[in-house]
């Protein structure tokens, strides 16, 4: 089955205690990308990915890191949680453009809800 | 910097009328507008898009146009139904790159 999966769904954790959400989809899309959720704001973009060692900021990168050293993975890093990062995380991928410097549809991860307290 | 606005916020309408939702983008490099449907406790999910060189596209009861000249992108979903019933995001993406720019969302509630 065709599908974004992440993990962990559900995580709470303390300030400043690393943590890593993990990303993974298997449909050999290119494109790859990290959102948050907050109430009010919508979804605004962390990072994505073009495609492998290809990383670039979106909206509110700050104190996240990522990495994509494989195709199907795309792991979201927090070196030092702090609460204003409590916040329900996706993940996307799509196949990358469908013509010049085109997007494409993106496939939703199911979500990873995180508390930092 | 790039952003949307969507409108109204929320939005009621009873079983069977028609809904309309509104962005505005502000870059005008944007090529390419998809909506998104996000049921209560579930990840979003593409319902449609649109690409900055047809000004309309439909499928079924739902219809997405833009006005490029304006800036702006609309959502219509006829003959509603209880299932309608979500909260939608508009988004704008500027060509050249992959920064999707979402709206900030509209809770529809479609009264039987």
């Known amino acids: 089955e065709a599908q974004v999966t992440q993990n962990p769904r559900y995580l709470i954790t303390v300030t400043g205690k690393k943590l890593t959400v993990t990303c993974s989809q298997n449909m050999n899309h290119e494109y790859m990308s990290w959102y948050r959720q907050d109430p009010g704001l919508g979804l605004r973009q962390i990072y994505y990915?073009?495609?492998?060692?290809?990383?670039d900021k979106g909206d509110v990168p700050e104190g996240y890191k990522v990495s994509r050293k494989e195709k199907r993975n795309f792991p979201l890093i927090l070196e030092s949680p702090s609460p204003n990062q409590t916040s329900l995380y996706f993940c996307a991928s799509s196949f990358g453009p469908s013509g010049p410097y085109e997007a494409d549809t993106q496939y939703f991860g199911p979500g990873t809800r995180l508390t930092v307290l | 910097g790039e952003n949307v606005e969507q409108h109204p916020s929320t939005l009621s309408v009873q079983e069977g009328d028609s809904a309309v939702i509104k962005c505005t983008y502000s870059d005008s490099a944007s090529n390419y507008f998809p909506w998104y449907k996000q049921e209560l406790g579930k990840r979003p999910q593409l319902i449609i898009d649109i690409r900055s060189n047809v000004g309309e596209k439909k499928d079924q009861r739902i219809a997405v146009t833009l006005n490029k000249t304006a800036k702006h992108f609309s959502l219509h979903i006829t003959e509603t139904q209880p299932e309608d019933s979500a909260v939608y995001f508009c988004?704008?993406?500027?060509?050249?790159?992959?920064?999707?720019?979402f709206g900030t969302g509209t809770r529809l509630k479609v009264l039987a």
């Open positions: 990915s073009m495609n492998v060692e290809v990383t």
């Open positions: 988004a704008a993406v500027p060509a050249g790159t992959y920064k999707y720019i």
